[in-house]
């Protein structure tokens, strides 16, 4: 059976995507409805056990779906696994190797089963700043972050239309990362599709254009980074002159507003500029309006989880 | 079948399959040189009824002795030295080829390639049977080996080698199938290569013990090394009953593992 393809297509697609584990059926993923566009770098965000890796596993053919279904490429996971595998460049999480081979052997390994020429991997080890001496080294002799880097060679090498990353920047440190994050962008200039699943939210801020939420296993929210930054609630001080405290309650987005004195705090959702506005005529000493960023507003999503369930283990890198 | 997973398994095994290779073709030889050497005063003896009969049972194992060429090479086959060192790649190799790349986690990596999973069972089962098949190679040509050194490769009837080695192939093909068919089916070696294990020696012991208790011997066709028939081979008259027990036993082992690798679900590596 052959899958009609779509070249203009989304991605990755998927309808009421599920998985449950076990003859109890515990479910993992529930009711996944996800589009990824050609040419966007998306994020795939989430704590530990919150259903990322179920999802990527389901999307390379590792696990079968319970329900609903899924294309990549334009391919059903169901039907094409192997035609999606052939299209698409694959980090594992947490990723092992044929230790006693050397990093040179293992890539030529890799591109040959691969079945395609490894076109990028020279600029790859550049960037990334693996030399030939260590890469004739055994990889069981590598640190993390060398196997990490080997990895994502291992993933990019050939040029894939959709590299699928499964926490990429584990392990690289903070130059690393940077090549790493120019790396996709560039990958992204040359309108390849990104899909990475993180818990380093500052890199989800750095690189994403659009992110999914996952938690408990069901999507929580799907949105451009820059409309999800808007969307937080971000803390604002204003310090005033003496007399001059304007009527803030009803300016839209404003919440738990406090005045004590001449010092006014409250909490600002969207838009600035009603809020500046209605400053307009007061005498303001002083500004501050935290920037907002991505952690917070992740956290937002998981604020029901503060009390009762500690797993969202959040890392900013930055 | 993947040509580039074929050649990473024999890069990565074939230092090994050199050493037990080399280790069965010694053993190969050593037998037809104890014949030599001895076959005619342990033939004495035992025909000299200083051996109670009782015992002369014990003389006899798996149709080998040491008072024929024939019956030494076919001992050299189903002694515990050439089966253990058989069982290397027919367990060894094949109980991890799929369980041991899933519990080191390099199965991700294999199968992120465009392979589907048949065709990685394929290969593996082609590996298999490669490395089982060169083993038994190097045993065979040891016990031609030894019988060219005592001068003895026209009583051997060197035509009837190839038979030998088919029969002993089918044998170790047949340990090597259970063996993969028990490493898709779990995400651990050591339940792989357990149950490998003890369905061998399980298999050894009921094929021992028929041949030393006679009330045990309807035990025997219960064990896939009673189809093992070397002096059969070595005769020129082997029984086909024997390679149609042991292909079947490989077709059912390969049938089912194409079934149940495909179907089942990878889920991330603990």
Redesign the interface.
């Known amino acids: 059976m052959t899958t009609t393809l779509h070249p203009d297509g989304p991605a990755i697609a998927t309808h009421g995507l599920g998985k449950r584990?076990g003859r109890d059926g515990v479910p993992a993923l529930a009711d996944l409805d996800l589009t990824v566009l050609r040419g966007e770098i998306f994020g795939f965000l989430g704590p530990n056990g919150a259903g990322k890796?179920?999802a990527i596993?389901l999307l390379?053919?590792?696990?079968?779906a319970t329900t609903g279904q899924a294309t990549v490429l334009g391919h059903d996971i169901a039907r094409d696994?192997?035609?999606i595998?052939?299209r698409?460049?694959?980090l594992?999480?947490?990723?092992?190797?044929?230790d006693?081979l050397s990093g040179e052997r293992l890539l030529d390994?890799?591109a040959?089963?691969?079945?395609q020429p490894p076109i990028l991997r020279q600029e790859l080890l550049d960037r990334l700043e693996l030399s030939a001496a260590t890469l004739r080294r055994p990889v069981r002799a590598y640190s993390r972050g060398m196997r990490q880097k080997l990895g994502i060679i291992?993933?990019l090498q050939h040029d894939p239309e959709l590299a699928i990353l499964d926490e990429p920047s584990e392990g690289l440190d903070p130059l690393m990362q940077r090549a790493f994050y120019a790396i996709l962008d560039e990958r992204k200039a040359a309108g390849r599709t990104i899909f990475f699943s993180s818990h380093v939210l500052s890199e989800v801020e750095r690189v994403c254009d659009r992110v999914a939420i996952v938690r408990h296993g069901r999507l929580v929210a799907l949105e451009d980074v820059a409309t999800l930054l808007t969307r937080r609630k971000r803390q604002v001080e204003v310090r005033l002159r003496a007399g001059s405290v304007p009527a803030l309650a009803g300016v839209p987005g404003v919440s738990d507003l406090v005045v004590d004195g001449q010092r006014v705090s409250c909490r600002l959702e969207g838009e600035v500029g009603p809020f500046l506005a209605a400053l307009a005529g007061a005498e303001v000493v002083d500004l501050t309006i935290e920037p907002a960023n991505l952690e917070d507003a992740f956290l937002e999503f998981y604020a029901d989880d503060a009390e009762g369930d500690p797993s969202p283990t959040m890392v900013d890198a930055s | 079948m993947s040509l580039p997973l074929l050649g990473h398994a024999w890069r990565a095994f074939r230092l090994r399959l050199l050493v037990v290779a080399a280790a069965l073709a010694l053993w190969g030889m050593l037998l037809p040189i104890v014949y030599d050497a001895f076959g005619a005063e342990i033939s004495e003896i035992l025909d000299s009824g200083l051996i109670p009969e009782q015992f002369l049972q014990f003389t006899e194992f798996g149709g080998g002795d040491l008072f024929s060429l024939a019956g030494s090479v076919s001992l050299g086959f189903i002694h515990p030295i050439a089966v253990g060192l058989g069982l290397v790649f027919a367990v060894g190799f094949a109980a991890q080829a799929i369980a041991g790349e899933r519990q080191r986690g390099t199965l991700e990596v294999l199968l992120a390639r465009p392979l589907s999973r048949r065709r990685v069972y394929v290969t593996m089962a082609v590996a298999t049977a490669l490395f089982i098949g060169l083993s038994l190679l190097a045993l065979t040509l040891g016990a031609l080996g030894g019988a060219a050194l005592t001068g003895r490769v026209a009583e051997l009837g060197p035509g009837n080698l190839p038979v030998l080695w088919l029969n002993a192939f089918l044998l170790y093909a047949s340990f090597g199938a259970i063996s993969l068919a028990a490493s898709v089916s779990f995400d651990r070696l050591a339940p792989a290569i357990g149950l490998s294990l003890a369905f061998v020696l399980v298999s050894y012991f009921l094929d021992v013990i028929g041949d030393l208790w006679p009330d045990a011997e309807f035990l025997q066709p219960f064990s896939l090394f009673h189809y093992l028939d070397a002096r059969g081979a070595l005769s020129g008259l082997p029984e086909a009953s024997n390679f149609v027990v042991l292909g079947g036993v490989v077709a059912v082992a390969v049938g089912y593992a194409l079934v149940v690798f495909p179907r089942r679900d990878l889920a991330a590596p603990s």
Do not use: K
Not at chain 1, 60 to 64: K, R, V, Y
Not at chain 1, 92 to 98: D, E, L, T, V
């Open positions: 584990y890796s179920t596993r390379l053919g590792f696990l079968h696994s192997v035609a595998r052939r698409v460049g694959y594992p999480g947490g990723i092992a190797f044929w006693e390994e890799l040959a089963l691969s079945g291992q993933a």
